[in-house]
């Protein structure tokens, strides 16, 4: 089980620092056309009929935020980095969305409910999943949904976390647990990859 070295290598970036480029990657920014529809059609698989409450945790600079909020989502993102929310926020201006400073284990939405918890390349680097998985749960309302996209990454020190370990997290969790394989779709991506990547949706 590797997790304080993969996490000690996610918690040493300066988020703050990595946002003015972090949009530079075809799959954060989104910016190349093909990359961009290929999300969107997942996300629009992957999600409720709009409009639902969803609450994208680690957000980044939103551009999955932007992406729901486009098919009719109310989307409230939280990332724990200022220089993030601060361009999520110039993204989706005008957007029903509202982005939050906080920690993406325990965001500050206080009693509020949401339909889905989307999560992308986040779960694996927090501390104790398990733990954070439970308290995600008590953010879904009834018939909620987690969304969430992981993998693992790299040969020679790979990080990450497997499928075959978050769907066993998520079973006393969910009612149904869904694993779809995503490393064969080079438009997610924006270049080929050999790599682990899913995504797992779970509905409660």
Excluded at 84 to 106: I, N, Q, S, T, Y
Excluded at 125 to 149: I, K, M, T
Excluded at 164 to 180: F, K, Q, S
């Amino acid at each position: 089980m590797r997790n304080e070295s993969d996490r000690t290598v996610a918690v040493s970036v300066d988020w703050d620092a990595e946002a003015a480029r972090f949009d530079e990657e075809p799959d954060h920014g989104l910016g190349v056309p093909e990359v961009r529809a290929a999300w969107a059609a997942r996300l629009r698989a992957w999600l409720p009929e709009p409009p639902a409450d969803v609450l994208d945790l680690g957000c980044g600079t939103g551009s999955l935020s932007l992406l729901a909020a486009e098919q009719g989502h109310r989307v409230t993102g939280a990332d724990s980095s200022p220089a993030m929310v601060e361009r999520a926020r110039a993204k989706l201006a005008g957007r029903d969305a509202v982005f939050l400073l906080g920690d993406a284990a325990a965001p500050p939405v206080g009693e509020r409910l949401f339909d889905v918890v989307l999560v992308r390349h986040v779960l694996w680097a927090l501390p104790d999943p398990a733990r954070v998985l439970r308290h995600w749960r008590g953010l879904l309302r009834p018939g909620g949904r987690f969304v969430l996209v992981e993998g693992v990454w790299g040969t020679v020190t790979p990080v990450g976390i497997p499928a075959g370990r978050l769907t066993a997290l998520l079973a006393p969790l969910a009612a149904d647990v869904r694993v779809e394989p995503l490393s064969a779709v080079a438009a997610l991506w924006g270049k080929e990859v050999d790599d682990e990547r899913y995504a797992v949706v779970a509905t409660v």
